[in-house]
């Protein structure tokens, strides 16, 4: 493990209590659906993209689950393929019932240090996380700046997809934030 790999576990946030993070199984794929919709801030993708997600993206996504074992939040991800030391975060949710306690927070440091752990395995090293933030998300633009600030890392900030560039009219653009080199 690199000393930036390490510095990532060890700025773990812990799970708030009664919670515990796991690894999704397609099985979740219709709790994270719902937990997605009654966000009201996602993009809604169809129930049948998140089954899919927790079965070919499971090692780069994640769930918080609650004492009855069912989803009460969740992150996707996926290993960029272009850039195979960068971990896209799509999606964030958590239920409106557990929000305001660090979860998201919690997630996404566990996510990256489970994430980097597995890169260094493979002989290689998680060197940045990206996302994309609508301008407005407020809680999401603290998410991944107090994740940056906790890990000691940069973020720089630029346009990714116009609003022009979606197909059905009315989204607002999407801003990407990439989050490293981390251990700099």
């Not at 996504?61 to 992150?75: H, N, Q, Y």
């Not at 980097?116 to 809680?139: D, K, M």
């Amino acid at each position: 493990m690199t000393a930036a790999q390490a510095d990532l576990q060890a700025q773990f946030l812990e799970m708030p209590d009664g919670l515990r993070i796991d690894r999704p199984e397609v099985a979740d794929g219709g709790a994270i659906w719902r937990i997605a919709r009654d966000s009201k801030a996602l993009d809604l993708n169809s129930s049948y993209s998140y089954l899919l997600w927790c079965r070919d993206f499971a090692g780069t996504s994640v769930v918080a689950r609650g004492a009855d074992d069912e989803p009460v939040g969740f992150i996707t991800g996926y290993i960029r393929p272009s850039r195979p030391g960068t971990l896209v975060v799509w999606q964030v949710a958590v239920d409106a019932a557990h929000r305001g306690r660090g979860l998201a927070a919690a997630l996404l440091d566990g996510l990256t240090a489970r994430v980097a752990a597995s890169q260094a395995a493979a002989e290689s090293a998680l060197t940045s996380v990206e996302t994309t933030i609508t301008p407005g998300n407020t809680a999401s633009e603290r998410l991944f700046t107090s994740y940056a600030e906790r890990h000691g890392a940069p973020v720089a900030r630029e346009v990714l997809f116009g609003a022009g560039v979606f197909p059905d009219g009315a989204h607002d653009p999407e801003v990407l934030y990439r989050i490293g080199p981390f251990g700099h």
